[in-house]
């Protein structure tokens, strides 16, 4: 990755490499993640099984949530 480059992970899209791009993801929590979908919030992380509030925490700045509102 370039230095200074904002790179960020849809967690609600990302594809299972994309997950495991993220630095403290594997495999095993980036199928774990793509199980859980759909997210409303980032902080909806801590319900995967292996992230807690600190690894949350770790992650936060690699991913993102695209939210959609439709009628």
Request: aromatic content about 2%; proline content about 4%; glycine content about 8%.
């Amino acid at each position: 990755m370039v230095q200074g480059q904002e790179l960020k992970v849809n967690i609600n899209h990302g594809s299972r490499e994309a997950l495991i791009s993220v630095k403290g993801l594997g495999p095993s929590l980036a199928q774990r993640i793509i199980k859980g979908r759909p997210y409303e919030e980032l902080s909806d992380l801590v319900r995967v099984s292996g992230i807690n509030e600190i690894k949350l925490a770790s992650l936060l700045p690699y991913l993102t949530i695209e939210k959609t509102h439709s009628k």
